[in-house]
């Protein structure tokens, strides 16, 4: 594995530089999540309108063709200047490259472009009540009549369906074939009577997810993708690329964390006190290793072509270390870090999802296990 830059890669990071310097969306707005979310969205139409919203999509779709390493680049630059994610990053990074491998020409016509601009906004609709680590268990079914579909269910922990235009919906189509064959992945228009979005209310008081409740809704078949019956293959284009590249956003935000709070441990004199200080030191090493176990992780890729299980291992090491962060910030901060509104205090209960949202640590840990250590499977 070899860490330093090449010329290409030094030139595309000091141009982004410049341009993030030239750009830079400014302080976070006061105020509710919808605030934030106009923020967000106007920094992503100022990123498509140069050509910098999807660096990783080739250059015919409107990206610029960037190898791995640069998208890694991309994400590191912006979490170093403390830019804000993307608006629409699940259009980004999921139903883009996955309408990418599987639609048809004119499917990628007509969705590319919005996603790109933060037109139109994406959500991913595969989680259910009773259908969470086990996907393939979904129960929200689709029956075909001539030519549309109507869709009958509830998903869960749907992130940003209040601003969607669109869902990448999974949904059983055949109720007789294995579970893993009979599922279907539709484009959904949330904008229809028969999808009702519910916001679920976190524990940091932000509703940043929903629960939908599909009765009825109406599908066209041409907005099938991949085929039908294929749902579970394309379900897991959307699940690879998932933590691809997003992996370096969230490690070096938790630098940043870490940074600050070596900080103000300095600037209040508790640096001093060895066991602090310590502590401090073992927060530094895996946050070393959370960097460079990412790197390791992109390496395998461009080697093999493919992600490896490495990126399971990523993503359970930054929760839990993402979570030992807050949860010391907290015990250094006092009584503070129960105040509202402060900053460490929502870092600190926005942690908590961290071990669950994109794959449970128990279930990273199980496929860390069989595919990284070749222990043999729990089932
Ligand atoms: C902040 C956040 C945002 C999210 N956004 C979305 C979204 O936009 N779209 C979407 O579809 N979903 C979303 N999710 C849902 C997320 O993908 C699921 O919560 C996750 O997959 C776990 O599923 P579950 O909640 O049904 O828990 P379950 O799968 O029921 O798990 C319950 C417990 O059992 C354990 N467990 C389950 N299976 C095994 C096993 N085989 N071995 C050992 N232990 C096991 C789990 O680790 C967990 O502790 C989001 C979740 C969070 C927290």
Redesign the pocket.
């Known amino acids: 594995m070899d860490l330093t830059f090449s010329e290409p890669e030094l030139a595309f990071r000091d141009e982004l530089r410049t341009w993030l310097a030239d750009h830079h969306p400014g302080a976070e707005p006061e105020g509710d999540g919808d605030a934030h979310y106009a923020w967000r969205r106007d920094f992503q139409r100022r990123l498509a309108d140069d050509g910098w919203a999807a660096v990783h999509w080739p250059r015919e779709y409107g990206g610029r063709g960037a190898t791995l390493t640069q998208s890694a680049i991309f994400f590191e630059e912006l979490g170093r200047a403390n830019a804000p994610l993307m608006a629409n990053v699940?259009g980004l990074l999921l139903a883009g490259p996955t309408i990418m491998t599987w639609g048809t020409q004119e499917q990628k016509d007509r969705y590319l472009a919005p996603i790109l601009t933060g037109e139109e906004i994406w959500?991913?609709?595969?989680?259910?009540?009773?259908?969470?680590?086990?996907?393939a268990g979904l129960k929200t079914k689709a029956v075909k009549n001539g030519d549309t579909w109507t869709v009958t269910g509830q998903?869960?922990?749907?992130?940003?369906?209040q601003y969607s235009k669109w869902c990448m919906l999974v949904a059983r189509t055949d109720t007789d074939a294995p579970k893993h064959k009979g599922l279907s992945y539709f484009l959904m228009d949330m904008e229809q009577e028969e999808v009702q979005v519910r916001p679920l209310r976190?524990i940091t008081g932000e509703p940043?997810?929903n629960e939908l409740f599909i009765d009825g809704a109406k599908i066209p078949d041409e907005n099938l993708l991949g085929g039908e019956g294929n749902g579970w293959k394309v379900a897991l284009t959307t699940l690879m690329n998932e933590r691809a590249g997003l992996g370096f956003f969230l490690q070096v935000r938790l630098r940043q964390m870490l940074d600050s709070l070596i900080e103000m441990a300095a600037a209040d004199g508790s640096l001093d006190d060895p066991v602090i200080a310590d502590k401090l030191g073992e927060l530094h090493l895996k946050a070393e290793v959370l960097r460079l176990t990412a790197y390791r992780g992109l390496s395998t890729v461009e080697k093999y072509g493919q992600p490896g299980p490495e990126g399971s291992l990523t993503k359970w090491m930054w929760s839990e270390t993402n979570q030992q962060l807050t949860q010391f910030a907290a015990d250094l901060l006092g009584p503070r870090a129960l105040t509202a509104n402060d900053r460490w205090a929502y870092e600190l209960l926005?942690a908590?999802?961290?071990?669950?949202?994109?794959?449970?640590?128990?279930?990273l840990?199980?496929i860390v296990a069989e595919r990284v250590l070749g222990l043999p499977k729990?089932?």
Request: with cysteine; proline share 2%.
């Open positions: 699940l959500c991913q609709g595969f989680s259910e009540p009773d259908a969470g680590s086990d996907l998903k869960v922990w749907t992130s940003g369906a976190q940043e997810f926005r908590r999802g961290n071990s669950i949202e994109g794959g449970t640590t128990e279930v840990k199980n729990a089932r």
